[in-house]
């Protein structure tokens, strides 16, 4: 059970919050969409699959959550194994909540010193 305004977890059995006096939900409300918390910005764009997979590194080092756009298509090719040849493939794409940028990008720093 859940508080859906504070969020503290409380075991079965509770109904209501101590806090804020309310009644406990099964389930945490999902954020709403546009919550800019959740909106993403990109940090990196590079055609380069061993720059992205050090980059996905340092992101993980840093305990930042990220996304791979270009995931799904990767994951074709790693099956096709068309030679490093990727003709349909954009950029690979690195985003992060905008909340994490700052703090991503400097972990990307690393990467260009590198
Ligand atoms: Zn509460």
Redesign the pocket.
């Known amino acids: 059970m859940f ?6 977890e409380y075991r079965e059995g509770f109904v209501e ?4 006096q ?1 009644p406990l939900v099964d389930q945490i409300p999902q954020e709403k969409e546009g919550d800019p918390d959740l909106e993403l910005v990109t940090v990196l764009e590079t055609r380069d699959p061993g720059i992205l997979t050090i980059a996905k590194s340092l992101l993980a080092e840093a305990e930042i959550e990220f996304m791979d756009t270009a995931e799904g298509l990767q994951d074709f090719y790693g099956v096709g194994g068309l030679g490093g040849f990727q003709p349909l493939t954009g950029p690979a794409r690195l985003q992060v909540s905008v909340r994490d940028e700052e703090r991503a990008k400097s972990a990307l720093q690393r990467l260009e010193n590198s």
Request: hydrophobic residues 20%.
């Open positions: 508080c859906p305004k504070c969020r503290a919050c101590s806090d804020c309310i």
